[in-house]
């Protein structure tokens, strides 16, 4: 990989500013893509913004940025758009900075103000490699800025028209995606949450590792319209089958319960009773496993509230240290308890129903 350091001034990357919303943000004569498709929205606040402009003024240096170049010869940036577009913007007057107590944009400066400004050069890094050896590099140099997401790198490399496409899903505040399931998901759909959860369900179902499998196989494809399409299946499926939202629902791996049991005839009138009884069970102690017990009936789900230390010494005195299975004595940190009446059938975590097993038996009476 090749890379070489540049001092470029601003009047140059200012050159042929435009901002067009979903189309992208260029710069550098229309030769720089200031916001590429795996960088986010620009986030600086308006003390980050400015403070940006300050440092400039001043003559301070700024950090340094990275661009990545193609082979046609025309630019990326790979780390330093929220200072770009900050610098762009100010010098499009799209907004001012506090000097001498007043606002001043950068059309209200004197002509050598703006010239100090034009002529500031920017410490800029450019490479030249293969995709692997450019995101290798990327991850290296996001250490130590405000760090992307793990789906933010994995958008470095599989940019196209497909990833362009599936952002306008998942990825802008207010998407489809947020509009039909943000009850359903967690994190933010700007900072790529949705659009990972729903490549980690999908590249499941074809039986794929890695959210890059799938991404790699799409990655020319002209439009997402298989990935929107099992998104609005999985919560489709969702909503019929529990119709009744809980806030415990919210970020559950549906996906995954949709590829393994969406084909089921499920009861919702029967699961809505059985999620009431569950949710007043004190010996449940984790109400979002409920869920998926209702369809593979695995109690390590629901996290069956666990005998205290107490009531497993005062059995284990009762017992005289003597397993009740294979009639063998045993100091109480090689014992485990175990439910009399098993969870299942009724039987709640209290000092009647707690016996002592040896470890070995109470793993084979678990394991029948």
């Known amino acids: 990989m090749k890379i070489e350091l540049c001092e470029i001034p601003i009047r140059d990357i200012t ?35 400015d403070e940006v402009i300050y440092t400039v003024m001043r003559d ?18 790979l780390d330093g758009q929220q200072r770009t577009i900050s610098i762009c913007q100010y010098v499009s007057d799209e907004f001012s900075v506090i000097l001498d107590g007043m606002p001043r944009k950068f059309g209200n400066l004197t002509a ?21 050896e450019k995101l290798d590099w990327f991850k290296i140099i996001n250490i130590a800025g405000e760090q992307l997401t793990p789906q933010e790198l994995r958008n470095a490399i599989y940019t196209g028209e497909w990833l362009t496409e599936a952002k306008k899903y998942f990825s802008k505040t207010l998407c489809p995606a947020y509009q039909i399931a943000d009850k359903y998901l967690s994190g933010s759909a700007i900072r790529q949450n949705y659009l990972e959860t729903v490549l ?28 929107w399409l099992y998104f609005k299946a999985v919560i489709d499926w969702v909503q019929v089958t529990f119709p009744n939202y809980r806030k415990e629902m919210k970020g559950l791996d549906w996906g995954f319960y949709y ?75 090689e014992m485990e308890a175990d439910h009399i009446t098993p969870w299942h059938s009724g039987g709640k975590t209290i000092q009647e129903n707690c016996q002592m097993l040896c470890k070995d038996c109470n793993r084979r009476k678990s394991g029948k």
């Open 259 to 333: 590829n393994k049991y969406g084909t089921g005839n499920y009861d919702p009138r029967a699961f809505e009773a059985r999620i009431i009884e569950l949710m007043e069970d004190e010996d449940v102690s984790n109400n979002k496993g409920i869920y998926e017990y209702l369809f593979d009936g695995d109690e390590r789900h629901l996290s069956i509230r666990a005998f205290t230390d107490k009531q497993k010494r005062i059995a284990y005195e009762k017992q005289k240290g003597i397993c009740v299975h294979c009639k063998k004595q045993f100091e109480l940190k």
């Open 60 to 77: 301070f240096p700024l950090n340094v940025m990275y661009w990545v170049k193609d082979d046609s010869g025309t630019y990326e940036v």
């Open 200 to 227: 980690k369900w999908i590249a499941a179902r074809d039986n794929q590792e890695k959210i890059e499998d799938y991404m790699s196989e799409h990655q020319h494809d002209t439009n997402c319209n298989e990935l």
């Open 15 to 49: 050159h042929g500013y435009e901002d067009s919303a979903e189309e992208g943000v260029a710069g550098y004569g229309g030769k720089l893509n200031i916001r590429p498709a795996f960088q986010r929205e620009f986030i600086y606040k308006d003390k980050q913004r």
């Open 112 to 132: 050598t103000e703006q010239r100090q400004i034009l002529d500031y050069s920017l410490m800029i890094y450019i490479c030249e490699g293969t995709d692997k």
